[in-house]
């Protein structure tokens, strides 16, 4: 290739310089597209701008089919952009951000600014929603500080605010703030003090109605935000939808999809899966080349993950942090372990960790190895929090795979951040259903991801959770009391909540009846242990044909354990567990009393 | 092959990144800042209704290169009555009322076929590579090297005649 020959540069400047004038102007360039404005050659720049107000008005009447004067372009969300919106924080409150944002090992980029957007109060308890802007994230933190003491953060990826539609984003909705000291009520859960729900809006925005089981609420709107805090929200009460309105009343429905309870989660979003549907080519056998060579790719696994005790003593093997996105605070840990106990079978073998940390949250799995790239090239996780109205796909990719897109139902492609072999994004809960397409140097196709949902919505219907009613109870030696609650089957579906004492919680809308294939042939599968205070409860599901469950010690004891109507709970005698670790094997019967399945436990407190 | 469908937010990445570099091109093409920002305007405007068409087996950059450019040069033809800029190769170049001291550089560029001209826009104002600019105009990579020989060797000895 010809080299630029600095003197024909230097003569091609003199010649030709570089444009004084002339500025990016993109809602120009919109409305063109959408024939709305005048050409603007310079001699028509006054008629441009005198037919502003008209070209305006065109949009409105195309983009929101009431004919509402929301719109919105990237220029709206200019202070969001430039990550200043709202005021900034005073400098104790972004010292106390920044202290708490070092400490973690997937911290926001150091010098990310925080800005004040809204505060208030309600019963003795001041809630300040900051945001921040961390490379391609946009992010809210509701700090809640008074009677009630928590910190919520929650962010938004900055593609969403460039292919939304809408003038506004809701980031989190019905996030709940409780109590610590607050004791469980009838019904073994510790009520809400409150719930909040925020966002982001554009310029334009001067109003967000939430629409509630309650009722319909304003939201506080101001610094390009919003904030809704319900004051002792009712069991239940949730969220359905979020509207945008603008200074002459007209408004606009933002996606959104309803935090998802034990047994009242949305529908999946309605939508066509867009993308390849089909695969070009089929590998297997998947390997990444850099960690089975223990290369040093991306950084060291940070101290605070080594003390994990999955990672402690002589279980770590190799592992690495790598940042799939660099614009991005997201990090994952990828660790390979020994000694990891299969879920199923119980036998140890090599595991494979993926620890995903996103400011100072960090969640992880494990997996057995052998597992890795079994359906494709692609190993995925799909996690997200109720209140979140944002989903995260990461995982690993094969060396098979040299790109990786994301189709949303809007017909958007997003081009997933991929870095040695680890990948990340985030996905709008309501922008399902997704497909994760891999491709491999030649652009072929080579694995399809299809999701309909993020997992957390339920196609039950309304009967199906509307009878969920208490079952039994039962109580443990330390006081602690299990609470099995379970509706009539419908569609399909039947709705149950296992409640262990202020504890873990287990349940939801899952299909119904139990087959062999939800079950994997084992009546006993769906069985966990939970642990509840000082006490452990063995507790769930089992098909039909299980009239009855015994739990037999090492010691040869035998008891029963309580099994009524599809469920099984078994509080674990304090005595078995004066160690903090018991073995016990549980055995399945039906109406015969013939044994139908068994499954061995081993217990650690 | 694979067919995308382009994310507006891509194209408008590209464009506020990239605005200066398409509007020196085009203003270079048409010879005048503002009717370049118009023609750089227009040509992602129809870079956002022909979206769906966009095909993946050339890079976004490239395929968007092509339409400023030939965008730019319809807009020159529309102003070919009334502009000196010549159409094609060869002599009557134009000044268009610069400083006499401005001329060596820029008759020659004038007097090099439109092909050899666009490539030298490409190359040096935009950065661009070769299989870049081969996309933008719609020519084989071969063709591109061998243009931009040529019009650097053009070029060479234009600048070697004012030095003297």
Redesign the interface.
């Known amino acids: 290739?010809?080299d630029?020959?600095p003197?024909?540069?230097s003569?091609?400047d003199?010649?030709?310089p570089?444009?004084?004038?002339?500025r990016?102007?993109?809602q120009?360039?919109?409305d063109?597209?959408a024939g709305r404005r005048l050409?603007?050659?310079?001699s028509r720049r006054l008629v441009a701008i005198s037919t502003a107000v008209i070209v305006t008005a065109a949009l409105v009447a195309v983009m929101t089919p009431v004919g509402a004067a929301v719109v919105r372009g990237?220029d709206g969300f200019a202070a969001w952009i430039s990550g200043e919106p709202g005021q900034p924080a005073s400098s104790a409150e972004q010292q106390a951000f920044q202290h708490a944002n070092e400490r973690s090992w997937s911290g926001f980029a150091p010098g990310t600014e925080l800005r004040r957007l809204i505060q208030t109060s309600l019963n003795g308890t001041s809630y300040t929603l900051y945001g921040f802007r961390s490379g391609n994230q946009l992010c809210l933190r509701l700090v809640a500080s008074g009677a009630v003491s928590a910190t919520s953060t929650h962010c938004a990826p900055l593609?969403a605010l460039?292919?939304a539609k809408e003038p506004a984003l809701v980031v989190a909705a019905d996030e709940p703030f409780s109590s610590t000291n607050a004791p469980p009520n009838d019904e073994g859960l510790v009520p809400e003090v409150t719930s909040a729900s925020f966002g982001i809006v554009s310029d334009g925005v001067t109003q967000v109605l939430l629409r509630a089981d309650d009722g319909s609420h304003d939201a506080l709107v101001a610094s390009n935000a919003f904030l809704y805090v319900a004051d002792h929200p009712q069991p239940g009460v949730l969220v359905r939808s979020v509207q945008a309105v603008a200074g002459d009343g007209s408004n606009v429905a933002l996606p959104f999809q309803s935090a998802p309870g034990m047994l009242d989660m949305p529908q999946p979003p309605k939508g066509t899966p867009?993308g390849?549907a089909q695969v070009d080519l089929r590998v297997s056998g998947g390997t990444i080349g850099w960690f089975d060579a223990r290369e040093p790719r991306g950084k060291p696994l940070p101290a605070e993950l080594r003390q994990y005790p999955l990672f402690a003593h002589d279980r770590y093997v190799f592992g690495r942090v790598i940042q799939p996105d660099p614009q991005s605070a997201d990090r994952i840990a990828v660790v390979l372990i020994d000694g990891f106990r299969e879920p199923e079978k119980g036998a140890k073998v090599a595991g494979l960790c993926l620890m995903m940390g996103s400011g100072e949250h960090a969640t992880g799995t494990c997996n057995s190895l052998s597992r890795l790239f079994k359906l494709g090239p692609l190993d995925i996780e799909l996690s997200g929090s109720g209140s979140d109205q944002f989903s995260l796909l990461e995982g690993l990719a094969s060396d098979d795979v040299a790109q990786i897109?994301l189709f949303l139902a809007s017909?958007?492609?997003?081009d997933v951040p991929l870095t040695d072999n680890v990948f990340l994004v985030r996905v709008g809960r309501a922008a399902y259903p997704i497909r994760l397409v891999a491709?491999d140097t030649q652009?072929r196709?080579i694995d399809i991801r299809t999701y309909e949902s993020d997992g957390m919505t339920s196609r039950a219907p309304r009967q199906a959770s509307a009878s969920v009613r208490e079952l039994f109870r039962v109580s443990a030696a330390d006081g602690t009391t299990a609470i099995v609650r379970a509706g009539d089957p419908a569609g399909g579906y039947r709705c149950y909540s296992i409640i262990y004492g202020t504890g873990t919680q287990a349940g939801g809308c899952p299909p119904w009846p139990l087959t062999d294939k939800i079950t994997e042939g084992n009546p006993l599968l769906l069985i966990s242990a939970n642990t509840a205070g000082n006490d452990v409860f063995l507790g769930g599901q089992v098909p039909d044909q299980v009239a009855s469950v015994t739990v037999t010690f090492t010691d040869g004891a035998v008891a029963n354990a309580k099994t009524e109507d599809g469920f099984v709970v078994y509080p674990i005698p304090a005595a078995e567990l004066a160690n903090g670790r018991t073995l016990l094997a549980l055995r399945a019967y039906d109406r015969s009393g013939a044994q139908i399945a068994q499954r061995g436990f081993g217990i650690r407190r | 092959m694979v067919r995308v469908r382009l994310p507006v937010s891509e194209i408008e990445s590209l464009y506020r990144e990239r605005y200066r570099h398409f509007l020196r091109v085009a203003t270079a093409i048409v010879d005048d800042e503002a009717t370049g920002h118009d023609a750089v305007q227009e040509a992602f405007s129809r870079v956002l209704k022909k979206r769906a068409s966009f095909r993946d087996e050339c890079p976004l950059e490239a395929w968007v290169w092509r339409v400023v450019v030939n965008t730019a040069r319809g807009q020159r033809r529309a102003q070919a009555a009334r502009r000196e800029w010549p159409e094609s190769a060869g002599g009557g170049a134009s000044l268009n009322g610069r400083a006499e001291s401005d001329t060596g550089i820029r008759v020659w560029i004038a007097t090099l076929p439109e092909r050899q001209r666009l490539a030298i826009f490409l190359r040096y104002f935009a950065d661009l590579d070769y299989q870049a600019i081969a996309t933008a105009l719609d020519v084989e990579v071969g063709t591109v090297s061998a243009t931009l020989s040529s019009a650097h060797r053009a070029l060479r000895r234009s600048l070697e005649e004012v030095e003297r």
């Not at chain 1, 017909?411 to 997003?414: I, N, R, Y």
């Open positions: 290739m010809i630029l020959d003197q024909i540069v003569e091609l003199r010649t030709f570089p444009p004084s004038g002339g990016a102007d993109w120009d360039i919109v063109r597209a050409r603007m050659v310079p990237l593609q460039q292919t867009q390849p897109k017909g958007d492609t997003v491709y652009q196709v």
